[in-house]
Nanobody, 120 residues
Framework: QVHLVESGGGSVQTGRSLKLSCEVS??????????VGWFRQAPGKERELVAR???????IYPTSLKGRFTLSKDSAENHVYLEMISPNPDDTATYYC????????????WGQGTQVTVSS
């Protein structure tokens, strides 16, 4: 069981970076069994993966978003960060932090989301 809480959302102008934070609390199970990722969902669009960690700690990005986001975590691995690099209005969405067992297919634990609005 994993509890996730996002923060850091808000309004930002085009081109100004924004860093989102996800506080990760492992309720049960070994912490190194879980992999965390960030998703987003814009109004009228499907939820999409923005970035995720794999078990060895490597950050993975969809090809379409590579170079636009940076995924990182603190040394204690209880915070995972998503930095938006030079965002544009198309990045306006609710951003969600999620976790899964690293060997599993689906992300099964989700945060409540944080809204990001990028203005031109």
């Amino acid at each position: 069981q994993v509890h996730l809480v996002e923060s850091g959302g808000g309004s930002v102008q085009t081109g100004r970076s924004l860093k989102l934070s996800c506080e990760v609390s492992i309720i049960s199970g070994a912490s190194n069994s879980y992999c965390v990722g960030w998703f987003r969902q814009a109004p009228g669009k499907e939820r999409e993966l923005v970035a995720r960690f794999v078990r060895d700690g490597t950050a993975i990005y969809p090809t379409s978003l590579k170079g636009r986001f940076t995924l990182s975590k603190d040394s204690a691995e209880n915070h995972v960060y998503l930095e938006m690099i030079s965002p544009n209005p198309d990045d306006t969405a609710t951003y969600y932090c999620a976790a899964k067992l690293c060997w599993g297919e689906k992300f099964t634990f989700w945060g409540q989301g944080t809204q990001v609005t990028v203005s031109s």
